[in-house]
């Protein structure tokens, strides 16, 4: 980020919540359940799938991520009820990943085995490099169990073809990402290309081995890159499918709808929303700018 939009970006993290929900409102579908399920209805309309996700991470006690489970069975019963075509994502953090690894394996056990009885399938995001080692084992420790589980893969992280290249973590159903935590040069590409670079090679790499793979990008040139390659690998529609998040380009969200392929649009919902839309905040600084002007400005 250049070193005028970071100082957008910080002046807009010491805005009051009341202001930065302002910009906020675009990424998330609301503060409540009901909000989520508005918006996946909308989206199942016109034949977009969704990944739901309850808003929260990085929780500090065993009380608050039991509720925030709690809160995920909810949303497996919700669409299964209303009939939603949605899956459900979430963090580790949230289900207590930093508080005690086995109770984490419990708390998605429980989210699994819930979202198996509906024919449901359970993301495990994917959190900053600190988290990276731990959630790839909580990963396998479920898949060894569970068949409707998957993980998320970061193309910024230079050595994560190691951990995929893994014998146990064969026939893994994976989001590819470009990875949105600010990590240091020694583990992380800096460059635009070469995250780019990494990100085709991986997806590559994963088709020729027969995996499932969640494009997961907003980004043309990775999009018509993924084209190419499903064409000329001749990729079966049921391996794979792209992925946006909620408020993000809609209109290329539509093309690819329109193109015939699979979509899943990430919506996300809860009280907990603004570590979440800091992010979006500082991977388009341009809102972030829009809101200063606003803010700031007379007009
Ligand atoms: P890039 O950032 O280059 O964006 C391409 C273009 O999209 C931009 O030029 C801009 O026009 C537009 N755009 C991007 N972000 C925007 C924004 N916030 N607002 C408006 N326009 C925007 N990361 C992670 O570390 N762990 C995870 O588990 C996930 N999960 C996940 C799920 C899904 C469904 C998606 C799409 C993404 C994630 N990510 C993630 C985030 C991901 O790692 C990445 O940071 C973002 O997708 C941005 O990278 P792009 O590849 O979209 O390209």
Not at 55 to 76: D, F, M, P, R, Y
Not at 128 to 147: C, I, Q, V
């Amino acid at each position: 980020m250049n070193p005028i939009n970071k100082a957008i970006v910080s002046v807009v993290k010491n805005l009051p919540q009341s202001i930065v929900f302002i910009f906020a409102k675009k990424y998330i579908a609301g503060e409540t359940l009901e909000d989520g399920i508005r918006v996946v209805r909308e989206l199942n309309s016109k034949g977009i799938l969704a990944t739901m996700d309850v808003l929260g991470e990085a929780v500090t006690n065993k009380e608050e991520s039991i509720q925030a489970k709690n809160e995920c069975l909810k949303v497996l019963d919700a669409i299964n009820e209303f009939k939603l075509n949605s899956n459900l994502s979430v963090k580790p953090t949230q289900m207590g990943l930093n508080i005690d690894k086995e109770f984490c394996y419990h708390q998605f056990s429980e989210i699994i085995e819930h979202a198996s009885k509906y024919n449901n399938f359970v993301r495990i995001d994917m959190e900053d490099s600190s988290t990276t080692y731990a959630t790839f084992e909580l990963y396998r420790k479920l898949k060894s169990k569970y068949d409707n589980v998957g993980v998320v893969i970061q193309a910024y992280l230079k050595r994560i073809i190691n951990e995929i290249s893994r014998n146990d973590m064969k026939d893994t159903n994976y989001r590819l990402c470009k990875g949105i935590y600010i990590e240091p040069e020694e583990i992380a590409y800096q460059d635009r290309q070469e995250v780019r670079e990494n990100f085709i090679r991986i997806l590559n790499y994963l088709f020729d081995n027969g995996n499932y793979v969640g494009i997961a990008t907003h980004d043309d040139y990775l999009i018509e890159n993924a084209y190419k390659m499903i064409k000329e690998k001749n990729i079966s529609k049921d391996k794979f499918e792209f992925q946006m998040l909620y408020g993000v380009k809609e209109k290329l969200r539509d093309k690819i709808n329109a193109d015939g392929y699979k979509i899943r649009v990430y919506v996300p919902f809860g009280k907990h929303w603004y570590n979440y839309s800091i992010r979006r905040l500082q991977e388009n600084p341009q809102v972030a700018w829009y809101i200063t002007k606003s803010i700031f400005s007379h007009n």
